[in-house]
């Protein structure tokens, strides 16, 4: 074990892009650092106390990243495991004067600019773009002791990080989609398991009200330009539980793939 401990901080559906940082950080500054990842299975071992493991690292570690997303800023354990290393900032400075380097690395629609407080209080990179990386990768590199040139690729870092962001929030987008609508997801995930084949399902969703329409036309133009199309006929009133309602009847077009890409997140709502 390396006398030297970077904590990543993630959630578990980040855990994709938290091991490709590990591997990279690893390479990178191998013989002498180990990245904490709590869900590589190497970190915290089976049987092992998770919490004693996660506290080991916080209070070991000399520097700390945090893969901040619009999904993960608001969840308790990231908040947790940078006020841990905020504590120990603070301690270090007044002793011995030494900083812990402590980065929220944004990604998936997140950035620094947009960072709550008190991340937005820490110096953020993004992390799809090569020469915030490497910024980040020296800053870390002086914080466990290391010198000279960086052998990292960020531009082919930068671009598997991207891949990640569009794979990520294209699943996110399509969830949306589909839970704004009547359609039955398990029927849905049943028949493209069936037809894998067919390019494209064509969701007949008859009459629905002007505000289902809305949403599914806004995805068609922005996060699912390209995936989804919208075909509207025969627009009027409808009736619902609420009365009278504007609407129109519609048919969604999806990709067979894409839903079978996301095909586990999916069953995960019913």
Not at 156 to 178: D, H, M, P, Q, W
Not at 191 to 213: M, R, T, W
Request: overall charge negative; proline content about 4%; aromatic content about 6%.
């Amino acid at each position: 074990m390396a006398d030297k401990i970077l904590f990543l901080s993630h959630i578990h559906e980040e855990r994709e892009l938290a091991l490709m940082f590990k591997s990279e950080l690893e390479s990178e500054f191998g013989g002498f650092v180990d990245v904490f990842v709590s869900s590589d299975g190497v970190s915290i071992p089976a049987g092992a106390n998770f919490l004693k493991r996660i506290e080991d690292g916080l209070v070991s570690c000399v520097g700390a990243l945090y893969l901040i997303s619009p999904k993960s800023v608001s969840r308790t354990w990231i908040s947790f495991e940078l006020g841990a290393v905020w504590v120990r900032n603070a301690m270090n400075m007044k002793s011995s004067g030494v900083e812990i380097p402590a980065m929220p690395v944004c990604h998936s629609g997140m950035t620094p600019s947009s960072l709550p407080a008190p991340l937005s209080n820490l110096n953020g990179v993004v992390a799809g773009q090569s020469s915030q990386l490497e910024s980040a990768f020296r800053s870390l590199q002086a914080a466990v002791g290391g010198k000279g040139t960086l052998k990292t690729d960020f531009d082919k870092l930068a671009g598997k990080i991207v891949a990640f962001e569009r794979s990520y929030t294209l699943g996110a987008s399509l969830i949306k989609l589909l839970t704004a609508t009547p359609i039955n997801i398990g029927e849905l995930v049943a028949q493209c398991e069936a037809n894998p084949k067919v390019p494209q399902i064509n969701l007949v969703l008859g009459f629905v009200e002007n505000s289902v329409i809305d949403k599914c036309r806004e995805l068609e133009r922005s996060d699912l330009h390209g995936y989804i199309s919208v075909s509207i006929q025969k627009a009027g009133i409808g009736f619902g539980p609420a009365g009278a309602v504007n609407g129109a009847e519609l048919t969604v077009g999806v990709p067979t793939a894409l839903i079978l890409q996301f095909k586990t997140e999916l069953l995960a709502l019913k």
